[in-house]
Structures are given as C-alpha cells and as structure tokens.
C-alpha cells in the first residue's frame, strides 16, 4: 500500500496563488507516476495535471494549462502543485494519486484531499 497525505489548500482571493503538497510512503516513491485530480461540489472528478516518474514529462487539463505547474521531489517523496492565478472556478477538493509508471490507466493509490477555496 502507498500513502498519499496532501496539503496545503486553504483560502485565497481570485489572482492569488497556493502550493499543495502530496507526502507519499509505504511504496517506492520513483517507481510512481503521481496526478493531481479535483472535485467541485455536484460535480465529477477531474483530472488536473500529471507527472512521470522522473519528472520528466508532464500533462495538464486545458482549464489549467498555463497557470499550474506539477513538479516532484523524488528524494523527499513528494509531489507539489503550483497554483497560480487562482479563479473561483478553481474551487475543489484536490486529491493527490498515484499509479505504477510502468502502466497507463486508472490510478491506483489516492489521498484524502485538501479543500481549495478562491473567493472573487
């Protein structure tokens, strides 16, 4: 089993920024791709941004695309999400996910989410 525990969300005005962090343990971290997915209320999960397991490729949502960035940290086993120029539309929970790089598909491993807030 793998451990995903995310941070970081919080409250933030509309233009604002914030960095959620995804503290994995119990699997080999660099053995894992990670995604970042959200939630809005009444709403379906969705994919936001992905990483491979070196960092050196990476995806985004369209709705996101040039306003968040995913990065990791495969020493400290951690995979990040800049946030910038928030909008309300970006309010969700934000999950953390990983998935064996080695196989593309669903993600196996998911965290218990952080609630990201923008106010306009």
């Known amino acids: 089993q793998m451990q995903l525990v995310e941070s970081g969300g919080g409250l933030v005005q509309a233009g604002g920024s914030l960095r959620l962090s995804c503290a994995a343990s119990?699997?080999?971290?660099?053995?894992?791709?990670m995604g970042w997915f959200r939630q809005a209320p009444g709403k379906e999960r969705e994919f936001v941004a992905g990483?491979?397991?070196?960092?050196?490729?990476?995806y985004y949502a369209d709705s996101v695309k040039g306003r968040f960035t995913i990065s990791r940290d495969n020493v400290k086993n951690t995979v990040y999400l800049l946030m910038n120029s928030l909008k309300p539309e970006d309010t969700a929970v934000y999950y953390c996910?990983?998935?064996?790089?080695?196989?593309?598909?669903?993600?196996?491993?998911w965290g218990q989410g952080t609630q990201v807030t923008v106010s306009s």
């Open positions: 996910a990983a998935r064996p790089d080695y196989r593309a598909g669903g993600y196996d491993y």
């Open positions: 119990g699997r080999t971290f660099s053995n894992y791709a």
């Open positions: 990483i491979s397991w070196s960092g050196g490729s990476t």
